[in-house]
């Protein structure tokens, strides 16, 4: 079989404007990035705004291998499936970290022949977002740097006139706002700042995360237009003055220049699927300590434009599944029609107890051979994600990545678990492999399972108190015993709640290898508890984060990373070793 690459360099491309009109957008609608890919307008939703909303498909996944079971080719081939069947059906996905590109993971735009095109394009700069919301988050962390040394060399009154606003009196040590670049560079994990003469800043502790860690992308992503983005910019608490009072970026005058950072960046940007199925790609939020979903502008329109939207939430029912329920659907306002939940038996066999999955390293032949009862063993991880997914009330699919290496047997095993576990059945996802009709199959349960009542509602509701809503998070998702609060959390909680964010949404920040804060813990584990070491808000996304265990927001190079096959032909011109 040809290399992702290979396979999307050889697609014949509709140019975006016929991708447009397929769905009823005009030339005037949209803003060109070349020949095949554009912007669209926000004032599409007033010309559609009584046109019935589609169905809408969240495709989510079991706790996956570190390799990925296929979600996002899942989620590609699915809208290719639907597609094929004759449905009208978009894609709305995620922008992916150059991060991630370079370094371990890849390309992140489908594979085989169920992908976004042009993957160059796609898994690169795209339109430029990832570099706006950099911009505007840099720009908060410099204006946070500078205020403190003009503060500095100024009385009260000086400043005052010099400045035209009152001195704020940060406290250098209650900063939260790292800088962002968006490649992974473990190296700036933790640095020094203001090295060098009196002019170069005031030296204190800071460090870089990677740009989709970002509260800025996890507010492009949240956000419904440039008056929301804008006040949401302002509400960011980026540290506290040395009286313990939260400080934000509007106090700092700085949120309306980050706002006119991010005017374009909030237009979703229109592509398609290797079989000229309409995609957008927009926003990127990490899907541990934010959301982990597309933007909630881009499903909207969406669901304007066609009779299926297929979006896609990250890492597992447990995590990006929950969040999109909890958090995306409750400040959207949109209800989902259906879940569809990704498994492989590779990694059901990971979790009864197979050998360890390393990335970059060949399977363990446990992996390539038919085992039954290790399966058996693995298959409580996808029945409690199952179940997770119907908590919400919800019709379930499963989609059964197919490797080569699968057999009848297991399949079976799987078909059976999941029709006792209550989804509406486990159906075969062969996109990869075939594209459009390998997804055949499991596009037609999705428009049953569309067909089927929904009776959508919230794991919580706003007003309990965050205690209350973690400790449901923790023992209805996850199945833990209970939570246990360390007393950086337990402060957290009381000042939160006194500042008035006690009614946010939680976000759980936690490894997406577990249902527990430990990734080596496979399957899903029972007779444990959850510990919170610390709270911290987004509040200008709207949500506050527990930390369960260590979270790292930049991420490192490994020993061989994929940059090393990525190099351009010369004489062609064209990119060579992306995946």
């Not at 090295?195 to 800071?206: H, I, V």
């Not at 363990?364 to 409580?380: H, M, N, S, T």
């Not at 029945?383 to 079976?412: M, S």
């Amino acid at each position: 079989m040809l290399r992702d690459i290979e396979i999307a360099q050889a697609a014949k491309l509709k140019p975006i404007k016929e991708i447009a009109a397929s769905v009823g957008l005009t030339e005037d609608d949209l803003d060109y990035y070349g020949k095949y890919k554009a912007k669209v307008h926000l004032d599409v939703l007033e010309r559609l705004q009584d046109r019935p909303d589609g169905k809408y498909i969240d495709v989510t996944a079991i706790t996956p291998t570190p390799l990925g079971e296929g979600k996002t080719v899942t989620t590609i081939g699915a809208s290719q499936g639907l597609g094929y069947i004759g449905r009208s059906v978009m894609t709305c996905i995620r922008q992916p970290s150059m991060g991630p590109t370079f370094g371990i993971k890849g390309g992140a735009a489908g594979g085989g022949y169920a992908q976004v095109v042009p993957m160059e394009d796609f898994n690169l700069h795209l339109t430029g977002d990832i570099h706006a919301v950099s911009a505007a988050h840099n720009l908060l962390a410099a204006a946070i740097d500078s205020r403190i040394m003009h503060e500095g060399e100024a009385s009260d009154e000086e400043f005052e006139k010099r400045a035209g606003s009152k001195k704020l009196n940060i406290d250098p040590y209650s900063i939260m706002w790292n800088r962002v670049v968006d490649i992974s560079d473990a190296a700036l994990r933790s640095i020094v700042l203001g090295l060098g003469t009196k002019n170069d800043g005031r030296p204190r502790q800071g460090g870089y995360d990677i740009s989709v860690a970002s509260e800025v992308m996890a507010i492009l992503a949240l956000c419904s237009d440039l008056k929301d983005i804008r006040a949401r910019l302002g509400r960011i608490i980026f540290g506290f003055d040395k009286s313990g009072r939260p400080l934000t970026a509007e106090q700092l005058g700085v949120a309306g220049a980050m706002a006119v950072l991010m005017r374009e960046a909030i237009m979703p940007n229109l592509m398609q699927t290797l079989e000229g199925t309409p995609a957008f790609v927009h926003a990127g939020p990490f899907a541990n300590i934010a959301q982990g979903n597309n933007s909630i502008i881009a499903d909207r329109i969406a669901l304007k434009l066609v009779d299926y939207v297929v979006t896609e939430s990250g890492f597992g029912a447990d995590c990006g599944m929950e969040k999109f329920m909890d958090i995306k659907c409750r400040i959207s306002g949109l209800k989902p029609n259906c879940v569809v939940i990704v498994a492989s038996i590779r990694a059901l066999k990971m979790h009864g107890g197979g050998p360890k999955v390393v990335a970059g390293k060949p399977l363990d032949q446990a992996y390539r051979q038919e085992d039954l009862g290790l399966l058996a063993k693995g298959l409580p991880n996808l029945i409690q994600h199952i179940e997770n997914a119907r908590l919400f009330g919800v019709p379930v699919v499963v989609a059964i990545n197919k490797f080569p290496t699968d057999t009848p047997d297991e399949i079976e095993m799987v078909r059976r678990a999941a029709d006792e576990a209550g989804a509406e059945g486990a159906f075969l996802s062969d996109v990869h492999a075939k594209g459009g009709p390998g997804g055949a199959e499991l596009a037609e349960a999705i428009v049953a399972a569309c067909e089927k009542k929904s009776d959508f509602q919230f794991l919580y509701p706003d007003e309990w108190p965050i205690k209350k809503k973690i400790e449901t998070i923790a023992t209805k998702i996850y199945r833990a015993d209970g939570v246990d609060y360390e007393p950086e959390a337990e402060r957290k909680i009381k000042m939160f709640t006194e500042m008035g964010l006690a009614g946010l949404p939680i976000c759980m920040a936690k490894t997406h290898l577990s249902f527990t804060h430990d990734p080596a813990i496979k399957g899903a584990p029972r007779g444990w508890r959850m510990p919170i070491r610390d709270i911290r808000a987004s509040a200008g996304a709207g949500f506050l984060y527990p930390l369960c265990g260590a979270m790292r927001t930049m991420p490192g190079l490994p020993t061989r990373p994929a940059f090393v096959d990525v190099d351009i032909d010369l004489e062609t011109g064209k990119i060579l070793g992306l995946f």
